[in-house]
């Protein structure tokens, strides 16, 4: 076991070793200036059938199993009621492509909360900032969002309303009868983490 405390100076906060009985959390030194990205698909054989498109239920969560390149600190993830990446502390943008359907809901969470904002500093209103709600049929956003804690940050896309949806092709990605449903990239935008 390592115990480490929190230095602060003119570089800001920093681990320390102290004594290896006890063990504090603290972000590991090499982690907080490695890269951190991933691009993740999700694709699907379209049939004469169009009755078979996959659907997510209210609250249900996107699936994107499928890494494009070699994922740098970020792991995929799909276990009963957890679909998403996890990721190590920092800043990220995350980007977005999919096609639920017009009135789809559809929300970015960071360890199953919603990020927010506010409003306005005079009248300061918790705002969700990543949920969409679409008005034309092709959701393609980003956001910034945080992972606050320094490791194991879960992130997840989910159903945010009340009605199931259906995924389509996202236009320009049909090659013989296969396309890409979803399309999520993430990358830490922060290189030292503090």
Do not use: W
């Not at 943008?93 to 009135?103: A, D, E, Q, R």
């Not at 896309?157 to 949806?165: A, C, E, P, Y």
């Amino acid at each position: 076991m390592l115990k480490k405390y929190f230095v602060y100076g003119k570089g800001g906060m920093s681990c320390k070793n102290l004594d290896r009985n006890v063990k504090i959390s603290c972000c590991d030194k090499n982690q907080k200036s490695s890269r951190v990205y991933g691009e993740f698909i999700r694709t699907f054989v379209f049939g004469d059938d169009v009755s078979l498109l996959p659907i997510v239920q209210p609250g249900g969560h996107v699936v994107f199993p499928t890494p494009t390149v070699e994922p740098s600190n970020v792991t995929y993830i799909n276990e009963p009621g957890r679909v998403g990446l996890l990721v190590p502390k920092g800043k990220y943008n995350i980007s977005l492509s999919l096609v639920p359907g017009i009135g789809s809901h559809v929300s970015i969470l960071v360890n199953g909360k919603d990020p927010l904002t506010h409003t306005s500093s005079l009248n300061p209103v918790p705002y969700p900032y990543a949920q969409s709600v679409t008005s034309v049929p092709i959701l393609n956003t980003e956001y910034l969002i945080e992972a606050p804690l320094c490791h194991g940050n879960f992130i997840s896309i989910i159903n945010s309303g009340t009605s199931l949806f259906a995924l389509a092709s996202i236009p320009n990605t049909l090659i013989g009868k296969t396309s890409i449903i979803t399309h999520v990239r993430i990358e830490r935008i922060d290189k030292h983490v503090n």
